[in-house]
Every structure is written in C-alpha cells, then in structure tokens.
C-alpha cells in the first residue's frame, strides 16, 4: 500500500563526519544518547548529517505512525501553522473543537481534555479520579492502583503510578496513596481493587517494561471490580493506542471499555500532545478553573491529528497493521526458534512487538551494531527485550528488509561474543 508518497525533497547539504556530542555540549546530559545526529526523515527511514540512511524500526518510540514527513500531515501543519497557532483556551477554536468531536464519536467516550504529552494525559487522569470521587462524596476512595511493569510518566503523579523504583530513587518524596498489583494476576487485583481506589491504571500493552500484553481475563476482572466499587478504570493507550495494535484504540482490541483512555505519542504523528477521552459519567470531575494546560489542544497539533484520522480513513488501515505485524511476528519467531538460548518467543500484538533476549545474552548489545553495522534502528525496553514499534506505513518488503537486518546483526554481534 502507497500510504507514502515519494516526493522530491530538497536534501539538507550532509557534513560529512559532524561529530555528535561533542557539537552539542549545552544539552543536558540526562538522555544516553547514541553517536549519531538525525538530519530529517522520509518514511520508514531516517538520515543522519553524513547523509547515512536507517531504516527505522523505533518511529520516534511509536510516535510516528505514518512515518516521517508524511506529505499531507506536512501539509495540514503548514496550512494551520499559518492560519491560526495558538488562541489559549479563553476562547473556542475549530482545530481542538473538530478533533474532540471525532475521538469522542470513534470512541464512545464523549468528553476530551487535550495537554501536550503523556505524563500530563495521566496527571490529568488521576487528578480527575480523585477530585470526582471527592465529588461524589466518596473521600476514602483516594488510592491510584496501577501494575507492576508499568510506565506511566515522570511526573510526580504519573511517576508514582509507575511501579518501578528504579524511577522513583532519589526523587523522593513520592506522593502517597499510590499502590501496586501484579499484572496479570486476576486474585490479586480482585483483592487490591477495593473500596479505597479512586481509579485503576493500566496499559493494554505494557511498552517500557519490555511489551506485555494484559490478559483479557485481566481486563474483565479490572472492569467487573470497577463497576463494583465505583472506582475509574483508566487505560493508558500512549503507546498501544492510535492503530498500533490494528485498531484506533487498544480497547477495541482488548475487547473491554473503559472510564478514560490517555493518549499520545502517535496522536498527531510526531507533534506534541496528549489526550483524555472521558467517558460521560466520569466528565463531571474537572470543572471549570480545576485543571488546565495554556497549550493543551492547540491548533497545530490538533490539525496534525486530524489529519493523521483522515489519512487512516482513506486506507486499509487495521488490516495493513494486522498483515504486517504478523509477518514481523513469524521472522522474529523463526530467529528465536534458530536460537533458542539466545532468544525467546516474540511477544506483543500488531506492529508493538518485543524479542525477549535471554541472559546472559543483553538486548541492549545488539542495538549500537545493528544501526552502525546494517543502518537498522531498533530498540531495548526493559526485561532485556527488543522492542519493534515501526511506522505503522512499513511494507511487507521493508519488514523483510528488517528482519534480514537484523539476522546479519545477531550473527555478527554472537560470533564476536557478547
Ligand atoms: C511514553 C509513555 C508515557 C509518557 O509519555 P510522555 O509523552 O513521554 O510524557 C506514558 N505511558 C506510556 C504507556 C508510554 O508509553
């Protein structure tokens, strides 16, 4: 499927050899950065300032679903950027306005609240669990559950939603009231989810902690106890959601509705923003002066995610996701099934894959030769595993092209004994 349209593109003159780190030494040091500088990109590729060009097998961690420099999301930033960028929320506009309208139809969930990242989508989140069961009167419901391996922001909120002390060390205090279950484990949810959690926070897939779908038995259960003590079931979509799963939202293929699904990342394919879709009964929980963001739904990001609807709209979408995913699936089942010490089947659903990589055998090893030595980019999540959130545009050829890739990298890479 042509989802991308080759267009001739005035090329940015390369410096050949720009050294990297050492160019930019005003950046703060808080980011391990690997020793390339990324030029710009087209497609399912990236090129770096050498003019060296990488299949891109991370899309700016599951951001950009319909690859970079998609002709018409270009297109619809430059048409707002030059019409209207920015009003504040004193005042309606059409852009947040008409995007509002679509997620709530596709959704079912009928009110959104727009900010501008991921963390803010689950701050937003949390605060509105807690101030609507302050509404409701129901003071002892004030409890965030959340899972183990779960990623939900580095914010104070949002980090302590995230149940790995790896991200909270130092940082301390952590706000209270904030506790942990086992994913995937129904008995012990049913016993954490009581009458003292103000919502339950879950990822559909888990992505930092190394791509883990939920169970849907686990989902069901979430929603059955929910619906039992009031509190909110919140679905963190960042990652999982805008088709990356094969279809819009990750619930629809979890098959369980929840309260409020945060979104992100992939939303406007590449520019800053986050959402809350916020089912009906739940709306009431922020009301006028209780939450905001000066720049949360403003037009140029919003026009870019419309766009970004519309695009799927024109295609086959899901079905493409589904088709290719599959494929990338079965070549990284066959590399784990050649080897078995080293690897593990994969995990995942749709194009949000992961590769575990068995010790002492590390999945961060193979990511520095598989972009220098075969100009592929992948990535390691947490539990040593690969993680693979490609441009959802990724042919069946470009998947092929990858996975050969990648074949050579784990030879070359094992041969030389890591
Ligand atoms: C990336 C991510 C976040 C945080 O999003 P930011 O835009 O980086 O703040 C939260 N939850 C999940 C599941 C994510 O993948």
Redesign the pocket.
């Known amino acids: 499927m042509a989802f991308f349209r080759e267009t001739a593109t005035v090329v940015a003159p390369a410096r050949p050899g720009a050294a990297h780190s050492a160019d930019h030494p005003h950046l703060l040091a808080n980011y391990a950065r690997a020793p390339i500088t990324i030029a710009r990109g087209e497609g399912c590729e990236l090129i770096d300032t050498t003019g060296k060009r990488y299949l891109d097998l991370v899309a700016g961690?599951?951001v950009c679903a319909l690859g970079h420099a998609h002709p018409r999301i270009t297109a619809a930033i430059a048409a707002q950027a030059a019409t209207l960028v920015q009003a504040s929320n004193l005042f309606h506009h059409e852009p947040s306005g008409m995007l509002a309208n679509e997620l709530a139809e596709r959704s079912g969930l009928e009110r959104v609240f727009f900010c501008n990242?991921?963390?803010?989508a689950?701050e937003a989140a949390i605060k509105l669990a807690r101030k609507l069961q302050y509404r409701r009167g129901r003071t002892d419901q004030r409890t965030i559950l959340s899972c183990t391996g779960s990623?939900?922001?580095?914010t104070y909120g949002?980090l302590a939603a995230t149940a790995n002390t790896k991200y909270h060390e130092g940082f301390e205090p952590i706000p209270e009231r904030f506790a942990y279950t086992p994913f995937n484990d129904v008995a012990a949810l049913e016993a954490a989810l009581d009458e003292t959690v103000a919502a339950f926070i879950v990822?559909p897939v888990q992505?930092?902690s190394g791509v883990k779908p939920a169970t849907h038995e686990f989902l069901a259960a979430a929603r059955r106890r929910c619906d039992a003590t009031g509190a909110l079931l919140i679905f963190?979509e960042?990652?999982?959601g805008m088709g990356r799963l094969g279809t819009l939202f990750a619930f629809q293929t979890a098959g369980v509705r929840p309260d409020l699904v945060?979104m992100?990342?992939a939303l406007a394919n590449g520019l800053p923003i986050?959402a809350v879709l916020i089912d009906s009964a739940a709306a009431s929980g922020l009301q006028p002066g209780d939450h905001g963001a000066t720049f949360g739904g403003s037009p140029v990001p919003c026009a870019a995610a419309m766009e970004h609807l519309r695009i799927r709209d024109d295609s086959a979408f899901d079905a493409h996701v589904v088709a290719v995913g599959a494929r990338l699936r079965a070549g990284l089942d066959a590399i784990a099934a050649d080897r078995p010490d080293v690897f593990a089947p994969a995990r995942g659903i749709g194009l949000m894959l992961g590769l575990p990589v068995r010790e002492p055998f590390s999945a961060a090893s193979f990511v520095g030769p598989a972009r220098d030595g075969e100009g592929l980019l992948i990535n390691a999540a947490g539990d040593n595993t690969l993680r693979f959130v490609p441009p959802l545009i990724i042919t069946a050829a470009q998947i092929g092209d990858a996975l050969a890739r990648l074949r050579r990298t784990f030879a070359r890479t094992l041969a030389a004994g890591t």
């Open positions: 961690i599951a990242s991921g963390t803010e689950n990623f939900h922001g580095r949002a990822e992505g930092e963190d960042i990652q999982a945060t992100a990342k986050g």
